[in-house]
């Protein structure tokens, strides 16, 4: 192809007008009434206006300055530069029919599977080892992933050669194009399966329940996810098994209220116990334990117990058991109780309180409570 800005005699980046000039100096120059009836002189006159009727129109120049040559029949490619060329820089090789990089792997990777995993309070406080059934796609125990039928292996596809492509020829505007497409043989892969194994349906897999053993540690709470490295599905052609992720969700406990790490919990007190102490037994995650009630307890007192909590996760040591104090107040009373009552109030100058008003100020517990019912 020629160079059609050497023959006009002008840059690469010459203006339109520069180049209707330079086309008209050459042309007066060249032209047979001029320079006679010369035929080297008739065969550059017909270069320079094949150059200006290329560079002149801004479309063919376009293509010109790609490597096409809108003069040449069938706006052919010259110059060591072709279409193909021009599809590799932009879309790769793929696009314009250039060599690949091989057929399309039949063994690929099995998907993710996700499995919610229900636990109570204590196993997560504790931790805990659990057996979890799955059901998902494990190596087909017949062809061991091969998907041919024992004895037989896959066969290199015909009509593409193993190459997974097969290239097809069209004509545009620039020529003959090459594109390159999947073969619709081997689907891509380069390879047929002649005697697919009846076991799999020559997938290289099959369903299959099993169990997985999983150790959850102390410190797991709802919507926390522990990953099974590799114990998901064998991808396709017995390709490499995906993960589970165990999706932990704690069950509500009768008792306790968790927070974070922390543990709460009510204990209802006789009014006699707040007033004069005592020490009763609670039932806690880690068995009886002592609550000790100095006398003058009052309600929506709190009582910590330390490290009574849930476990903390990944980091070592327990949360807390908060022990909410719910002073009850006897609401049916004989006689000699009533008394008695009266002879305390006496003595203490409070038959006739004053009402005595205080800023409202619910309990710990009760914002707990309510927080965690959605009020």
Do not use: W
């Amino acid at each position: 192809m020629s160079d059609y800005y050497e023959v006009l005699g002008v840059p690469r980046e010459a203006t339109p007008e520069q180049i209707k000039k330079a086309y008209r100096r050459l042309a007066r120059e060249l032209h047979p009434d001029v320079a006679g009836a010369d035929a080297a002189s008739e065969e550059r006159f017909k270069d320079v206006s094949r150059a200006y009727d290329v560079l002149s129109n801004p479309e063919k120049r376009r293509m010109y300055d790609m490597g096409a040559d809108p003069a040449s029949p069938g706006g052919g490619m010259g110059g060591g530069f072709g279409f193909q060329d021009i599809f590799e820089t932009f879309f790769g090789a793929a696009a314009a029919g250039g060599p690949q990089r091989g057929p399309i792997p039949r063994a690929r990777r099995g998907q993710d599977a996700l499995v919610r995993l229900d636990i109570d309070l204590a196993e997560a406080t504790f931790g805990t080892h659990r057996e979890v059934p799955v059901e998902t796609a494990v190596l087909c125990p017949t062809c061991g992933g091969t998907c041919c039928r024992p004895g037989t292996s896959p066969r290199t596809c015909d009509v593409c050669g193993g190459r997974g492509s097969v290239q097809r020829v069209a004509r545009s505007f620039l020529g003959q194009v090459m594109t390159s497409q999947p073969c619709a043989a081997c689907h891509g892969f380069g390879t047929v399966i002649p005697e697919p194994c009846t076991e799999c349906a020559g997938e290289g897999r099959v369903r299959s329940r099993r169990t997985l053993e999983v150790d959850v540690p102390a410190g797991v709470d709802t919507g926390t996810r522990i990953k099974l490295t590799a114990q998901g599905e064998v991808g396709p052609a017995g390709g490499p098994a995906g993960d589970v992720y165990l999706e932990v969700r704690e069950r509500r406990h009768d008792t306790f209220v968790r927070e974070g790490d922390d543990l709460h919990c009510t204990l209802q007190v006789p009014m006699t116990a707040a007033a004069l102490g005592t020490v009763l037994t609670l039932e806690t995650l880690d068995g009886p334990k002592d609550v000790d009630l100095r006398p003058g307890t009052q309600p929506a007192q709190v009582v910590t117990l330390r490290g009574l909590g849930v476990g903390h996760l990944h980091a070592g040591g327990r949360g807390d058991l908060h022990v909410h104090v719910d002073v009850q107040v006897p609401t049916a009373m004989d006689d000699e109780q009533s008394e008695l009552l009266r002879r305390l109030a006496a003595l203490r100058g409070e038959e006739r309180p004053e009402a005595r008003l205080s800023a409202s100020s619910p309990g710990v517990f009760a914002k707990l409570r309510d927080k965690l019912s959605g009020r």
